[in-house]
């Protein structure tokens, strides 16, 4: 079976991952870990997380993060002994948190252990890591550095964002074998936030060099639909950055790591501007409520890969 490698961020990526993983396609993901942190000694690993909560069918997809059908125990005591609880960690989060740090303290590189706990969620496809090593996102603002952690939830990403500093870690072996595969038929960008989830995955100097010198075409699906983003501060930080808030932009923001890009209806009339770029438009409903919806997504992508294949 042919391998598509998929690069995820947050929530939105997660939906397309879930997409991709019901076809018959060898998948593998690389996802975003510049999001990760350690919170009371438990390393959080939130873009994982949100993947694999998602491709297990126990996200609280309502919330976009963390799992359903959580309980908050631990966090009430916490606040009880008068911590200030900034962070929620539910209870059967704070198990995947506890599994995760026995097998980092026992001397397992990230890679096999994110491995050994998405085998035991069930889930079928491979999630890689970008890098083994702690590569975090700093966020500059006008308030100063933030951790982005402090940013995201903290500050719940009101400060203006002057620049997003990428910790560019080496690259995660098994993620670079998939991005040079012989057997790669296409790499698919999900459509999380360019900036803040997907930066962090092309900072990583291996896996930006296969990338840009990739050996099969890769597809980008646009975040922002109609000059909105479906969920999270896509939009408002583009515009901080200085740059223009539609799906061309995202379509520039990737421009030589892309040979197609994945427009939604609402944004048709931009094809011919995407296409000046050197880039295939293609044109789907990109907005994912349902699985079905999520699936239908996948197989456009799938189809675009071809077509850019021949
Ligand atoms: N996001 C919030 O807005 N508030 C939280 O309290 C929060 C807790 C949390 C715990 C575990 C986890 O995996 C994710 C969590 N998130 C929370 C979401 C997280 O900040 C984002 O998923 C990513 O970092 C950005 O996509």
Redesign the pocket.
Known sequence: MRTIVALC???GGAKLALGLDRLPVDLRIIVNTG?DFLHYGLP????F??LAYTLAGLANVEQ???RAAETLAVQAELAGLGETT????GDK?IALHLLRARLLAEGARLAPALDDIRRRLGIRCAIWPMSDHASPTLVDTEEGVLA??EY??GRRCTPVVRRVRYGAGVGCPEALAAMTSDRLDGVVICPSNPV??IAPILAVPELHHALAGRRAPALAVSPLIAGRAVK?PTAKIFAELGLEVSALSVARYYEGLIDGFMLDEADASLAPAVQALGITPFVAATLMHTDEDRVALAECCVDALRALRS
């Open positions: 961020g947050g929530v999001d959080i690993c939130p873009d997380d949100t976009g993060w963390g900034w962070f929620t960690l989060d982005f952690q995201f939830v803040l989830s999270g």
